[in-house]
């Protein structure tokens, strides 16, 4: 015959089994969530390090693009030196002429907006 007293132990002692399956169950779930947290965390770490590295190697296109930009406008600026360099050796009667005319449409230009406001 079961006892009050032999009847409590025994729905303690299920109690207290069944409060350390909880906890231990707590405790798996726990480590479950670190280690998904922290293969999120890697995996987002990663995904920086691309970006970054995506980043840097744009900037470099970037500044390779107007280094070459530059470059072909200074070649272009020195070829048209040089032709008008040889245009006026060449003709120089013609090249004074041009440059009078030039400057007479210019002010001439300057003219009409002084007289525009």
Known sequence: ????SSTTKTYGSAASNSGDHLASAFDGAGQSALHAIDGAADALSNKVDD??????????????????????????AGRATDST?????????????????????????????????
Do not use: H, N, W
Request: charged share 25%.
């Open 51 to 76: 970006i970054r590295s995506q980043a840097g190697a744009a900037a470099t296109r970037g500044m390779d693009a107007l280094r070459d930009s530059s470059r072909q406008l200074r070649e272009t």
């Open 1 to 4: 015959m079961t006892t009050p």
């Open 85 to 117: 360099i040889a245009y006026v050796k060449d003709e120089p009667v013609k090249a004074v002429l041009l440059a009078a005319a030039t400057g007479a449409l210019l002010m001439g230009f300057v003219s009409l907006l002084r007289r525009a406001r």
